[in-house]
């Protein structure tokens, strides 16, 4: 028996697929505006650099930067970037906190997704973090 393009069964599978996507995104929104500000969590910090480059199988490297100011959101996940990837992401938060906490300024490494995918090690980053107190 041949099949078409999609079957019912891969239709299926695509909709619970991109349900649990937005369900994900949803969740990290919320968590995104619960953290607070960087004001009121580290008063002492000025500002925080991200330098990340983003590694995936299959494709180039994907160098990303992010900055975040007192008026920011105390909130250091970032998504994977993998479209097969089902809850994923890096979570810096432990990495920023641990330096805020031993008044570190500077902090190199890497990390691999958390997230649910096809290839276990599907994706990576390597981060430097640079903290600018006040």
């Given at each position: 028996m041949e099949r078409?393009?999609?079957?019912?069964g891969d239709?299926?599978?695509i909709e619970v697929m991109n349900n649990k996507k937005n369900v994900t995104r949803t969740e990290r929104m919320r968590q995104r505006l619960d953290s607070g500000s960087m004001a009121d969590h580290f008063p002492e910090v000025a500002s925080i650099d991200i330098?990340?480059?983003?590694?995936?199988?299959g494709i180039?490297?994907?160098l990303r930067t992010f900055s975040f100011s007192p008026g920011s959101y105390a909130f250091f996940r970032v998504d994977c970037l993998s479209k097969d990837c089902v809850d994923g992401g890096f979570d810096?938060?432990?990495?920023i906190t641990g330096m805020i906490k031993n008044r570190r300024k500077a902090a190199k490494g890497e990390l691999?997704?958390?997230g649910d995918s096809p290839a276990a090690d599907h994706a990576a980053i390597v981060y430097e973090v640079a903290i600018h107190y006040t």
């Open positions: 078409g393009p999609l079957a019912r239709l299926l599978l330098r990340m480059t983003y590694n995936q199988k180039k490297s994907l810096l938060t432990h990495v691999s997704c958390e």
